[in-house]
């Protein structure tokens, strides 16, 4: 079982920026696609962005193209979400995700199958 550690929340204000990083646990992380999640309070959560295992290839969300950026160092077992020109419906608790399958697919939400525990973004209007 991989072990997801997200780290880089926190308060801004509108415009801001901030960028996540999530530590993955073992030796196979650049076999795995990765992908960024967030869950808004009342809300389900969704798919914001994803990556192929060797960082070739990425989906977003439309609510973030153009804003985010998402990347990974499979040297270090690291994924990045660069957040720019933060809105406050960005609020929501970010969580990290590893694919379901070896070098499988990363545009969809049922695509991955392991979570971090979250960390907490909020911004300010």
């Known amino acids: 079982q991989v072990q997801l550690v997200e780290s880089g929340g926190g308060l801004v204000q509108a415009g801001g920026s901030l960028r996540l990083s999530c530590a993955a646990s073992g030796r196979t992380f650049s076999r795995y696609a990765m992908g960024w999640f967030r869950q808004a309070p009342g809300k389900e959560r969704e798919l914001v962005a994803g990556i192929s295992a060797l960082g070739g290839s990425t989906y977003y969300a439309d609510s973030v193209k153009g804003r985010f950026a998402i990347s990974r160092d499979n040297a270090k077992s690291t994924l990045y979400l660069q957040m720019d020109s933060l809105k406050p419906e960005d609020t929501a608790v970010y969580y990290c995700?590893?694919?379901?399958?070896?070098?499988?697919?990363?545009?969809?939400?049922?695509?991955?199958?392991?979570w971090g525990q979250g960390t907490q973004v909020t911004v300010s209007s």
């Open positions: 995700a590893r694919g379901r399958n070896v070098l499988g697919t990363y545009s969809t939400g049922g695509d991955y199958g392991d």
